[in-house]
């Protein structure tokens, strides 16, 4: 069964405290991981997309690494401002059936000042 | 302004009245999709539309309908809502399906 499986559920940092976040996959060939931060009461906003195994994306603070079986979302010198939902999600290859995406359940980070 | 829109944002019905929630895109976007977001369950894809004319079910269809008449527009529709789809949806849209998606801001459903 395909799926997508965040760690931790839940992160405090402190400001300027370094970390990453995990998700891992088991999808019938990858064609895309995507990263999306979510705030409260608002709907997930794109940060990465990732395609190949060893392919890196940076953005800011945020930095996303992809291989076979994972991704890692790193954060770097986070601030308040981080807090938020990380979402992973992952595009199977079905075949004839192109438009399913898989999501994880979620990261929330919590950056202390 | 680029953007998905969603309506009613909030809404409180009954079991049984049929309620249709909107979406509507400006970006010219080919590929459509809604979610459904419950806590400890995540996101969950309920339906999705390649291009017009064109949708396809995703891991939680059951109970609802959708439509694609038009590009830019992507309803979803309870017939016969139940309690068990109180959630908050989300709808979606992007060029292509391997593209990223632009969210709306939500809509939370109360099925009493």
């Known amino acids: 069964e395909d799926q997508v499986t965040q760690s931790p559920e839940a992160l405090r940092l402190q400001e300027g405290e370094s970390s990453s976040l995990n998700c891992s996959y088991t999808?019938?060939?990858?064609?895309?991981l995507f990263w999306y931060r979510q705030d409260p009461g608002k709907g997930p906003e794109f940060l990465f997309t990732?395609?190949?195994a060893g392919e890196e994306k940076e953005k800011e603070r945020l930095k996303a690494t992809l291989t076979k079986k994972e991704s890692f979302l790193h954060i770097t010198a986070p601030k308040p401002e981080d807090s938020a939902t990380y979402l992973c999600a992952s595009r199977p290859n079905y075949g004839g059936s192109q438009g399913n995406l898989i999501f994880g359940k979620g990261t929330k980070l919590s950056v202390k000042p | 302004e680029a953007q998905v829109t969603q309506n009613p944002r909030y809404l409180i019905t009954v079991t049984g009245k049929k309620l249709t929630v909107t979406c509507s895109q400006n970006?010219?976007?080919?590929?459509m999709s809604w979610y459904r977001q419950d806590p400890g369950l995540g996101l969950r894809q309920i339906y999705y539309?390649?291009?017009?004319?064109?949708?396809d079910k995703g891991d939680v269809p059951e109970g609802y309908k959708v439509s694609r008449k038009e590009k830019r527009n992507f309803p979803l529709i309870l017939e016969s809502p139940s309690p068990n789809q109180t959630s908050l949806y989300f709808c979606a849209s992007s060029y292509y399906s391997n593209q990223p998606q632009h969210f709306g801001d939500g809509t939370r459903l109360s099925i009493l």
């Open positions: 970006m010219n976007h080919e590929y």
């Open positions: 539309s390649m291009n017009v004319e064109v949708t």
């Open positions: 990732l395609y190949s």
């Open positions: 999808v019938s060939g990858l064609r895309g």
